[in-house]
Each structure stands twice: as structure tokens, then as C-alpha cells.
Nanobody, 114 residues
Framework: VQLQASGGGLVQAGGYLRLSCVAS????????MGWYRQAPGEQRELVAQ???????NYADSARGRFTISRDNAKNTVYLRMNSLKPEDTAVYYC?????????WGQGTQVTVSS
């Protein structure tokens, strides 16, 4: 499975972005789609994830500002990011886990200016 992430960019603090990640084929069975981010000099961290049955999980830093969703018919996972802060600046990666299989996208840069 190949993942193509898009939607990153430069935005002012308080603004919003919506990230998209499209999988190259349909994902069957129980799976988890998620967004992670990695800031310079930092470890990659979970931002949000959603299971194939719609259960969502958020990092504390994202809860209340970000919303993850998925469209199974389009093999796509989204991340709506509101009230962006400079500390949200990072490369954002999408990930799909299906059983023991683990796939990562190439990342999309999000830069939030103060």
C-alpha cells in the first residue's frame, strides 16, 4: 500500500489546514489510520488515529482542535486542524496499520507562523 499525503502549507497562528492521505488501494479488515508528526530535533509522535469502526484517539495537544475522519470509499483519511499554533509546526505523516502490516506516507510540511 502506498500512501500519498497532501494539504500541508504555511499558515498563520489561529488558522486552519486540512490534511488528506490517500491509500493506493482499499484497506480491508480491521485497521487503524492515523496522523503523526515530527518536529525538527524531536521524535515522531502520534497526533490522532481512527479505527476502521470509527473509534478516534487524540494526543492531548490535538484534542479539541483537531479532528480526524476517514472516507473508506475513497481510501482516505483526513485531519482537520483548527486554531493552529506555532508549536504545531512539523512534518505530518499518515500511517495505516492492518494486522502486522504497517505503512507510512511521505509526510507533508505544516508551518505555523506567529
Amino acid at each position: 500500500v502506498q500512501l500519498q499525503a497532501s494539504g500541508g502549507g504555511l499558515v498563520q497562528a489561529g488558522g486552519y489546514l486540512r490534511l488528506s492521505c490517500v491509500a493506493s488501494r482499499s484497506i480491508f479488515g480491521l485497521n487503524v489510520m492515523g496522523w503523526y508528526r515530527q518536529a525538527p530535533g524531536e521524535q515522531r509522535e502520534l497526533v490522532a488515529q481512527i479505527t476502521s469502526v470509527g473509534s478516534e484517539n487524540y494526543a492531548d495537544s490535538a484534542r479539541g482542535r483537531f479532528t480526524i475522519s476517514r472516507d473508506n470509499a475513497k481510501n482516505t483519511v483526513y485531519l482537520r486542524m483548527n486554531s493552529l499554533k506555532p508549536e504545531d509546526t512539523a512534518v505530518y505523516y499518515c500511517r495505516i496499520r492492518v494486522g502486522q502490516d504497517d505503512y507510512w506516507g511521505q509526510g507533508t510540511q505544516v508551518t505555523v507562523s506567529s
